[in-house]
């Protein structure tokens, strides 16, 4: 059984910084991509970041692009999401969702498995 547990959201104010972290079991984690998604109160799922197998490869949201990164360490079968200069409008419950591709995109249909998600809040 394929288990994600999110952990490292929290409160901080704009122009902070926090770090998520999605610990995995169930599977050989170096060989699929990780991807992260956000969910604003009111709006639908959206599509942050992703990162292929190998983690030579990454996809962002345009929103995020130059402000969040996202790594992987296969050694800790653990993706991770540094996110700096937060805004008020990165609010969301933040996922870490896994597919069963080496290399994936931003529609959430390719992700197989979720994780129950992390509140992440921006005052201004």
């Known amino acids: 059984q394929v288990q994600l547990v999110e952990s490292g959201g929290g409160l901080v104010q704009a122009g902070g910084s926090l770090r998520l972290s999605c610990a995995t079991s169930g599977r050989t984690f170096s060989s699929y991509a990780m991807g992260w998604f956000r969910q604003a109160p009111g709006k639908e799922r959206e599509f942050v970041a992703t990162?292929?197998?190998?983690?030579?490869?990454?996809y962002y949201a345009d929103s995020v692009k130059g402000r969040f990164t996202i790594s992987r360490d296969n050694a800790k079968n653990t993706v991770y999401l540094q996110m700096n200069s937060l805004k008020p409008e990165d609010t969301a419950v933040y996922y870490c969702?896994?597919?069963?591709?080496?290399?994936?995109?931003?529609?959430?249909?390719?992700?197989?498995?979720w994780g129950q998600g992390t509140q992440v809040t921006v005052s201004s």
């Open positions: 969702a896994a597919p069963n591709l080496q290399i994936a995109g931003e529609d959430s249909a390719e992700y197989r498995y």
């Open positions: 990162i292929s197998w190998s983690g030579r490869t990454t």
